[in-house]
């Protein structure tokens, strides 16, 4: 007689099934509070601009309750400062993206070169990104002062008192000195991000194009310009979405004058939300705001980045 062989015990950690349930348990754990902090902070207050855009409110009470439709957003088609806001938001990213990142990549690309104090040069140029908006703001409000500015010293200094100015009290010169702060403060940021580009290419590739007989001018523009593609790709996604939703050191550098001569969405919502007290209509700013960089962001990863993330997602389908 063959005796049976005893049933067969469950792993130690139990059954398949509740190896999967503790798994989910554990997952919704950790994302739990993350994304009680993401409703709260971030969907909670989108939710609530929409809604307040529809009504004309001043901020007090529960809630809105004078319905008024989209008489905000009629409003806005109508109002010369908010155009003039997207104008000139429109003119501060078309310098970013012909003038400050070209820049930035053009640092970086001599700080990828050998030299003495590399390291050092990397860390001045960078510097200026840590500083905080605020701080930034502060600095080049003394620097630009007409009275005892550190500017129009050095250009009375050097016997260029002709072009001596009033830097951020003139119409006719204050988003030039805006858009000069704003390369100052953010290039060393891009500047990293193509200095790490850059490193990325091996170094045979352009040794290869050398031995081919290339330029260093014909290596850069066939081997190493298409290869930092990518990286060239997101600086221009995310300085277009930062001069979108520029605020804090325009606030801080002019207030958005002289008469609104450098307003920017973000102020103009800030003076109708906080001063004037038309939430309604700062609410109406806001959705458009995010209506801008929402759309600009989806058709620019769908049509501009589509490579990138493809390749991104075949890779880590691959590394699976």
Request: charged letters at 15%; glycine letters at 8%.
């Amino acid at each position: 007689m063959i005796a049976s062989s005893p049933p067969s015990r469950p792993a130690a950690g139990g059954t398949p099934a509740a190896s999967r349930r503790r798994a989910w348990v554990t997952i919704v754990l950790f994302i739990l509070p993350a994304f009680v902090l993401f409703v709260l902070l971030v969907l909670a207050p989108i939710a609530l601009a929409m809604y307040s855009s529809f009504f004309k409110w001043n901020g007090f009470g529960r809630f809105p309750t004078n319905f008024i439709g989209l008489d905000n957003f009629i409003r806005l088609l109508e109002d010369e400062i908010f155009l003039g806001d997207l104008w000139r938001g429109l003119l501060l990213i078309i310098f970013s993206v012909l003038i400050q990142l070209p820049l930035s990549l053009g640092i970086a690309l001599l700080l990828n070169q050998r030299m003495r104090g590399r390291a050092v040069y990397r860390l001045i140029f960078f510097m200026p990104y840590v500083l905080s908006e605020v701080i930034t703001a502060v600095l080049f409000t003394m620097i630009l002062s007409p009275e005892r500015g550190l500017a129009n010293d050095l250009l009375a200094f050097i016997g260029l008192e002709e072009l001596e100015s009033t830097f951020l009290s003139e119409p006719s010169t204050v988003m030039y000195s805006l858009f000069i702060v704003m390369t100052w403060k953010y290039f060393g940021f891009h500047m990293i991000l193509y200095l790490a580009g850059r490193q990325s290419i091996p170094a045979e590739l352009i040794e290869a194009a050398q031995i081919d007989g290339a330029t260093p001018w014909r290596a850069f523009w066939h081997v190493t310009l298409p290869l930092l593609g990518p990286t060239i790709r997101i600086t221009i996604f995310l300085s277009v979405i930062g001069t979108i939703q520029l605020f804090d050191l325009v606030y801080v550098l002019t207030g958005g004058g002289p008469v609104h001569a450098s307003e920017t969405m973000g102020v103009t919502m800030y003076e109708f939300g906080f001063k004037r007290f038309q939430v309604g209509y700062a609410s109406a700013i806001s959705v458009v705001m995010f209506l801008l960089s929402l759309v600009f962001a989806i058709g620019y990863q769908r049509f501009v980045m589509r490579r990138d993330t493809e390749g991104a997602i075949t890779n880590m389908r691959a590394k699976r």
